[in-house]
């Protein structure tokens, strides 16, 4: 007689999109599979429960997909369990045919500038987490800085400069945690500047993300004509791609509007390479220094040697 036959017994870590995905595909194959999925936190769907915005329900909507993986007779969902600590790599070995890890990446790289350790400078993922209710921060976030720096041109980017402008009533009907509305509500930034090293063509914006930055009533947004500049390279990018071409024709709109009045100034500026995060002797931000950049031919950026000193109190 022949050996009974049981399912490949597959170990995923990490409760997040990507490893959800896995289980799905590995029930779509030809193979027969039983997943346990190992997350640390207490619930599942990692960067989409706690890396959107509270103000994009249609991204947070991709839970009800996951969900329906979830529910899968074939998938076991083992919350509260750190790999490291909990259980092993031996430890999953001994009992799992294979094991796929999409723990994703958690924690900001940090930007080689002098200065980026100042009181006052803090990476994007703290404080995304903080306002998407992440348990292990902090329930509370210093937001005491008139005029805010943001660095870089891409969505995480977008939504951190939306919620620093919107005010905490705008964001109350959301699912925003009440420890962050009210934190929110005590927010004192006026003016949030956000830096790209390079030009309108090269931002990674999606364009429905930064269209989205212009419908709050208090922010107004704010793009120099100047920083409106393509090369060959950039024309190109345009050419070949249809949200490129959507996201430069959004900037330079924005760019040739007259300047509105509402409450709180967005600007978007494009060419300016972080240098230095200033501080005080007491080791506080008080200023961002960045080198103005040009297009080189190819879509890509050379310094100028000109510096400029930005007024701001947090980065």
């Given at each position: 007689m022949s050996?009974?036959t049981?399912p490949l017994?597959i170990?995923?870590?990490?409760?997040?999109?990507?490893?959800?995905?896995?289980?799905?595909a590995?029930m779509k194959?030809?193979?027969e599979v039983?997943?346990?999925l190992?997350?640390?936190?207490p619930?599942?769907?990692?960067?989409i429960?706690?890396?959107v915005a509270p103000d994009h329900p249609?991204?947070?909507?991709i839970?009800?997909?996951l969900h329906?993986?979830?529910?899968?007779?074939?998938?076991r969902?083992l919350?509260?369990?750190d790999?490291g600590?909990?259980i092993?790599l031996d430890?999953?070995?001994?009992?799992y045919d294979?094991?796929?890890?999409?723990?994703?990446a958690?924690?900001?790289?940090a930007?080689?500038?002098?200065g980026?350790?100042?009181d006052?400078s803090?990476?994007?993922a703290?404080?995304v987490s903080?306002?998407?209710?992440h348990p292990?921060v902090?329930?509370?976030?210093?937001?005491?800085?008139?005029?805010?720096?943001?660095?870089?041109?891409?969505n995480?980017?977008?939504?951190?400069a939306r919620?620093?402008?919107?005010?905490?009533d705008?964001?109350?009907?959301t699912?925003i945690?009440?420890n962050?509305?009210?934190?929110?509500?005590?927010n004192?930034?006026v003016e949030?500047h956000?830096?790209?090293?390079?030009g309108p063509?090269q931002?990674?914006f999606?364009?429905?993300e930064?269209?989205e930055l212009d419908?709050?009533p208090?922010?107004?947004?704010?793009v120099?004509?100047?920083?409106?500049?393509?090369d060959?390279g950039?024309e190109?990018?345009r050419?070949?791609?249809?949200q490129?071409?959507?996201?430069?024709n959004?900037l330079?709109?924005?760019?040739?509007?007259?300047?509105g009045?509402r409450?709180?100034?967005l600007?978007?500026?494009?060419?300016?390479s972080?240098?230095?995060?200033?501080?005080?002797?007491n080791?506080?931000?008080?200023g961002l220094?960045t080198?103005?950049?040009?297009l080189?031919?190819?879509?890509?950026v050379?310094?100028?040697?000109?510096?400029?000193?930005w007024d701001?109190q947090?980065?």
């Open positions: 050996a009974p049981r017994r170990a995923i870590v990490g409760a997040g999109p990507a490893g959800i995905y896995a289980a799905d590995l194959s030809d193979a039983s997943i346990d190992y997350e640390r936190m619930a599942p769907f990692g960067l429960r706690y890396g249609r991204i947070k909507g839970i009800t997909a329906k993986v979830l529910d899968k007779e074939q998938v969902l919350g509260n369990i790999y600590t909990d092993t430890d999953l070995r001994r009992f294979a094991v796929i890890f999409s723990t994703g958690n924690a900001d790289r930007l080689p500038i002098p980026i350790d100042l006052g803090y990476g994007a703290d404080f903080w306002y998407d209710g292990d902090s329930r509370s976030w210093p937001l005491d800085a008139e005029k805010v720096a943001v660095l870089g041109v891409g995480v980017a977008l939504d951190v919620v620093l402008a919107k005010t905490g705008e964001l109350l009907p699912e945690p009440p962050v509305y009210e934190g929110l509500k005590q004192k930034a949030v956000v830096f790209g090293r390079r063509a931002a990674k999606t364009p429905l930064l269209r419908h709050s208090t922010i107004e947004v704010i120099d004509p100047e920083d409106i500049d393509y060959e950039s190109a990018a050419r070949h791609s249809k490129v071409d959507m996201v430069a959004t330079e709109q924005w760019a040739i509007r007259d300047q009045n409450p709180h100034k600007f978007l500026h494009f060419f300016e972080p240098a230095e995060v200033l501080g005080d002797e080791g506080k931000v008080v220094r080198e103005r950049t040009q080189d031919g190819t879509g890509n050379k310094g100028t040697g000109v510096f400029k000193d701001v947090a980065v």
